[in-house]
């Protein structure tokens, strides 16, 4: 593995190796994660990343860490090698803990890495033949337990796309396996609601507010508001998709199942407003933190 290396602490060597096979994380997968773009040389939204590290960590029962060493160990990676980490991932795994699904008295390794980006440009999309549960005990939790995005992704990949997009259990639009949707049509951007069983996606997020702001009609849609079948409108032409995440940014689907289909224009409007603002604002406050700062 290549890029800069940090764990509970320390930099280490990218072959050094640093976490026992017993790791609850390694096990099971029993851990959580983020991914940050680097901008302008600053890990991009770090602080509304490490809240939703904090709600992953909460959702999934974990032992409480200390929020400053992660940020410790970014600024390490972002200082190691500077011009060649255009990424961030932070990685939390529970730690030592028996070979079954109970987890220990292990605690937490914390793991960031730093190195290249990987994002493509444009987004070539697929529909995925299996369904995201709504109701699972992680739904909306960025878990390291992400095995059905990797089949996903696997399933893409082997159809020449990047990208795969599944509905929830009730046939709904939901997300895809490392973004969130946005569907432009008759004159607006709806987004699939959380209640969909999607990730809050910090891009989603901020392409919400700062899109409100600019005066771009974008909103989440209503509960099954967005079915799958939407979809088809795209492919006919008469809407059109975006991806979001925090390596893409927002970027359209120009090919769906292997047909080409056109990008949005006010997708296109909204994508330009996010960039205007990421580059304005490099760690944007979370919604309730904001009068606090
Ligand atoms: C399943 C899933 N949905 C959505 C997203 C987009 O989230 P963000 O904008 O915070 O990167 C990701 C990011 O990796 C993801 O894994």
Request: with cysteine.
């Amino acid at each position: 593995m290549s890029g800069v290396v940090w764990v509970d602490g320390a930099l280490r060597a990218a072959n050094e190796p640093v976490i026992l096979a017993g790791n609850h994380g390694v096990t099971v997968g029993d851990g959580v994660f983020e991914t940050l773009a680097v901008r302008r040389g600053a890990p991009f939204a770090l602080t509304r990343h490490l809240v939703r590290l904090q709600y992953s960590m909460d959702r999934m029962g974990m032992r409480p860490i200390d929020m400053a060493e992660v940020r410790a160990g970014v600024a390490a990676v972002m200082q190691a090698n500077p011009a060649d980490v255009a990424r961030v991932r932070i990685t939390v795994i529970s730690g030592s803990g028996p070979m079954s699904s109970v987890r220990g008295t292990g605690l937490p390794n914390i793991i960031v890495w730093g190195g290249p980006a990987s994002a493509p440009r444009q987004c070539r999309a697929v529909r995925s033949p299996w369904r995201r549960n709504e109701r699972s005990a992680i739904a909306g939790v960025k878990s390291t337990s992400y095995a059905e995005n990797v089949v996903m992704a696997k399933f893409a990949a082997d159809k020449g796309a990047d990208e795969a997009l599944v509905s929830n259990t009730f046939g709904y639009l939901c997300e895809g396996t490392g973004s969130n949707v946005m569907i432009e049509r008759r004159g607006e951007i709806l987004t699939p609601p959380l209640s969909s069983g999607c990730l809050a996606g910090i891009t989603r997020g901020l392409a919400l507010e700062w899109g409100a702001r600019a005066g771009v009609p974008v909103r989440v849609a209503a509960p099954g508001e967005l079915e799958m079948f939407v979809l088809d409108e795209v492919m006919q032409g008469v809407a059109h998709a975006s991806v979001t995440s925090s390596t893409r940014g927002i970027q359209p689907i120009v090919n769906l199942d292997g047909a080409d289909v056109a990008p949005g224009p006010l997708l296109k409007k909204l994508s330009d407003v996010y960039e205007m603002n990421a580059d304005a604002d490099p760690d944007p406050a979370p919604p309730r933190l904001r009068s606090a700062v």
